[in-house]
C-alpha cells in the first residue's frame, strides 16, 4: 500500500466538560476506501469535522501528504484538497443542478468589464461530468429537488471530484436511501476510487461498508476499537464491535439474528 | 439510460411554468379587468399611463430591493421607516442647514446605506431572525425621524427642498423628465393632449418621462441581471437556499446578506429622493406601510419567504399590479377602500398559482 495521504493520530476534542473524541487514530491512502463505522453518538460526526476543518482538535496531530497540517476553517481544508459531501447538507433542493455543481467555483466570462456566469461552459461540463456518473439530466436547468436522493448523493461527489477532491470524506451516504440508489451510489464510490482519491465513508451500515471497503475502523465512545482490513473480519464481528459486543449479542438472540 | 418514467416535457409547458407566471396572469387580469371598467376613464390615455405607471414604479423601486434581500433569505421591515428617515435627512441637510443639494443627497445615501449595513451585521452577528432586527428599526428610525424633524424646524413637514434644489446638478436625476423633445414633437404633431390655456398652452400635458421610471426600469435589469447572469447572483440564492451549505463550499454567505441589506437601504432612498424632488418638501410619515407593499409585490412576483427562490420580473410585475389597482379603482370611481379587498384578493390567488408552479419546478413536496 502507498503512503497514507492524510494521517490523524491520537486526535482528541472536548466541547467544555464532554470528551467527544478521547485519542483517535485513522489514516486513507489514495484509491482506498476506509469506512469509519460507528453507532449514533460514538463521534463519527466530531471526527470527520476535525478532519475537514470544521473543528480544531483539543489535542493531536494531522499530518496532510506528510506535513502537519492546522486547518483553520473549511475553507483551507478545501483548498488543500479535502471535501465533505455531508448527508443532507450535500444540494440545495431549489436551485438547479448547474448552479449546485457550481456553487462557490462559478466560472466567469467576461463581456468587456462585465463578468457574467458562463452557463454555457457550466451546463456542458455538469451534463459531461453527470454522464461519468451514470446520470443523464433531462436539462442541466433541472432543479436538484426534482433528483432522487441518491442522484443528489452522486452530483455532490461528482462535484467533489470535478473540483480536485484528493479526499472525499462521505457522512452517511446511504443512510437515507433506497435499495436501489444505494447500490448506485455504492457504485460511485467505487469509480471515484479508481481514479485514485482516498474515500472517508462513514456510515452505521456494515454491510454498504463491506460492499466497497477497503479497511474498516470502528468507533465506540469517543475511541478507536480497531482497524481491520477486507477479508480479516465478519460482518458480525464488525456489527459486535460497532453496537459494544455484550448486549448486542443478547439482543440478536431475542431478534433471530436479524439484525 | 433514460429514465423511462420521466415524461417528455413539452416547449409549451416548459415555456409555461416558470416563477413569473402567476404575476403574468395576475398583471394581464387586472388590465383586461380595468379596461372593461375604466376603459373610457382616461386610465388608458397619456396622462392616465403616466399617472399609474409613476406609482407602479415607486413600487418596483423598492420591491426590487426586497426581492434580491428576500432571495437571500432575509427581510427588511424598516424599508418604509428608511424611505421617511431618508426624505427628512436630505431636507434637514439642504433647507435647514443650506447645503447644496447634491451634497446632501449623496450624505443622506451614505448614511443610509451604512444604517442598512447594521441591519445586516446585527442580523448576522446575533443570529436573530431578520424580521426581528429590522422590526426594531422599523420603530427606531420612524421616532428618530419625527424627533430630527421636530427638533429642526418644529414641524413634521419640511418644505422648499425645490427653490434648493434649482440649478443642482443631481436634483434632476432622481426629479427631472426626460425625452422631453419627444413628448413636445408628439404634441405638435398632435398625437398627444396639449394644454390649451394658461402660460404653458401648447405644451404637452405629459412632458416627458419622469426619472422615476428611468430608476425602477434600471433597477429592475440590474437586479435581473445580477440574479440570474452573475456569480454572485448564485451566491444570493445559495444563501437563501441554506446558508450552511453554501458555506460549506465557500460562498461568503454573511458578506451577500449584509450586502443585500445594504441595497435595500440603497432602494429605498432611491424612492425617498424622487418623492422629495417631486413634491419639493419632506414629510416624517412618508413611506408608511412601504415595507409591506414591497413584500407583497415580491410575494406576488412568485418568491418564496424562506427564501432561496424568486425572480426580479416577477417582483416588478407584482409591482406594476399593485399601481394598476391602487391607480385603476381611483379612475373607475370605485370605492377606494375596494382597493385592499382587491389586492388581498389577488394577494392570495397568486401565491395560490406560484405555489403549485413552484412544487413543479424545484420537486418541493
Known amino acids: 500500500m502507498t503512503e497514507p495521504i492524510i494521517e490523524m493520530k491520537n486526535i482528541e476534542k472536548h466541547f467544555g466538560a464532554v470528551i467527544a473524541l478521547g485519542g483517535v487514530s485513522f489514516d486513507v491512502c489514495p484509491g482506498e476506501v476506509h469506512c469509519l463505522l460507528g453507532d449514533n453518538g460514538a463521534g463519527k460526526s466530531t471526527f470527520i469535522k476535525t478532519m475537514s476543518g470544521v473543528h480544531r482538535p483539543t489535542s493531536g496531530t494531522i499530518l496532510f501528504e506528510g506535513r502537519e497540517m492546522n486547518f483553520e476553517s473549511p475553507r ?184 | 439510460m433514460t429514465d423511462e418514467r420521466l415524461k417528455q416535457v413539452s416547449t409549451l409547458r416548459r415555456i409555461m411554468i416558470r416563477p413569473e407566471l402567476g404575476a403574468i396572469s395576475g398583471a394581464i387580469l387586472v388590465f383586461v379587468f380595468f379596461l372593461m371598467i375604466a376603459g373610457d376613464s382616461g386610465m388608458f390615455a397619456p396622462q392616465g399611463i403616466q399617472n399609474w405607471t409613476v406609482v407602479s414604479a415607486q413600487f418596483a423601486i423598492i420591491a426590487v430591493g426586497a426581492c434580491l434581500l428576500m432571495i437571500a433569505g432575509e427581510f427588511d421591515l424598516s424599508v418604509g421607516s428608511m424611505i421617511g428617515f431618508a426624505g427628512i435627512v436630505i431636507a434637514i441637510l439642504s433647507v435647514q442647514w443650506g447645503w447644496p443639494v447634491w451634497a446632501a443627497i449623496l450624505v443622506t445615501f451614505a448614511l443610509t446605506i451604512s444604517l442598512g449595513a447594521v441591519n445586516g451585521f446585527l442580523v448576522i452577528k446575533t443570529g436573530l431572525p431578520s424580521f426581528i432586527v429590522t422590526l426594531a428599526f422599523l420603530y427606531i428610525l420612524r421616532g428618530l425621524t419625527i424627533w430630527l ?52 398652452a401648447g405644451q404637452p400635458v405629459v412632458e ?31 444563501a437563501g ?37 417631486e413634491f419639493g418638501s419632506a414629510a416624517a410619515d412618508r413611506g408608511l406601510l412601504k415595507e409591506f407593499e414591497a413584500i407583497i409585490s415580491v410575494v406576488i412576483g412568485g418568491a418564496l419567504l424562506t427564501g432561496g427562490y424568486g425572480s426580479v420580473v416577477g417582483a416588478a410585475l407584482g409591482a406594476l399590479i399593485f399601481g394598476v389597482v391602487q391607480q385603476g379603482l381611483f379612475f373607475s370611481g370605485a370605492e377606494s377602500s375596494l382597493f385592499r379587498v382587491f389586492l388581498g384578493t389577488i394577494l392570495i390567488l397568486a401565491v395560490i398559482l406560484n405555489t403549485y408552479i413552484r412544487r413543479i419546478i424545484t420537486g418541493e413536496r
Not at chain 2, 424646524?153 to 419627444?182: C, N, R, S, Y
Not at chain 2, 446578506?257 to 424612492?271: G, N, P, S
Request: with cysteine; aromatic share 10%.
Open chain 2, 241 to 277: 437556499g441554506d446558508a450552511q451549505a453554501a458555506r460549506y463550499v465557500g460562498v461568503p454567505v454573511n458578506r451577500v446578506k449584509i450586502l443585500m441589506f445594504m441595497f435595500t437601504a440603497f432602494c429605498a432612498t432611491v424612492f425617498a429622493t424622487a418623492q422629495v424632488m
Open chain 2, 149 to 200: 424633524s421636530i427638533l429642526t424646524t418644529q414641524k413634521t413637514v419640511i418644505g422648499g427642498v425645490k427653490k434648493a434644489a434649482e440649478g443642482d446638478w443631481l436634483a434632476p436625476i432622481f426629479g427631472g423628465k426626460v425625452f422631453t423633445g419627444f413628448f413636445q414633437w408628439m404634441a405638435d404633431q398632435g398625437w398627444i393632449e396639449t394644454f390649451t390655456r394658461g402660460t404653458r
Open chain 2, 208 to 238: 416627458g418621462v419622469p426619472m422615476l421610471i428611468i430608476w425602477a426600469l434600471g433597477l429592475i435589469i440590474f437586479g435581473q441581471v445580477l440574479l440570474t447572469k452573475t456569480r454572485f447572483g448564485n451566491w444570493i440564492f445559495a
Open chain 1, 76 to 259: 483551507d481544508a478545501m483548498a488543500a484538497g479535502i471535501a465533505t459531501v455531508y448527508q443532507d447538507l450535500a444540494m440545495i433542493p431549489l436551485m438547479s443542478v448547474t448552479r449546485n455543481f457550481w456553487m462557490g467555483n462559478e466560472p466567469i466570462r467576461k463581456i468587456g468589464p462585465f463578468r457574467f456566469f458562463d452557463f454555457e461552459l457550466a451546463n456542458r461540463v455538469t451534463m459531461e461530468e453527470m454522464a461519468k456518473m451514470g446520470i443523464n439530466l433531462r436539462e442541466p436547468s433541472q432543479a436538484v429537488g426534482t433528483l432522487s436522493g441518491g442522484e443528489r448523493q452522486t452530483v455532490a461527489i461528482a462535484r467533489a471530484v470535478y473540483f480536485g477532491a484528493k479526499v472525499l470524506i462521505l457522512d452517511e451516504p446511504t443512510s437515507a436511501l433506497g435499495v436501489r440508489q444505494t447500490s448506485n451510489v455504492l457504485a460511485t464510490i467505487d469509480k471515484v476510487r479508481k481514479q485514485g482519491i482516498a474515500v472517508v465513508f462513514i456510515t452505521h451500515n456494515v454491510r454498504h461498508a463491506l460492499a466497497v471497503g477497503d479497511r474498516f475502523t470502528v468507533l465506540n465512545r469517543g475511541r478507536t476499537l480497531g482497524t481491520a482490513r477486507r477479508g480479516e473480519i465478519t460482518p458480525e464481528e464488525l456489527q459486535d464491535m460497532m453496537a459494544g459486543g455484550q448486549e448486542l449479542a443478547q439482543l440478536e438472540s431475542s431478534l433471530g439474528g436479524t439484525v
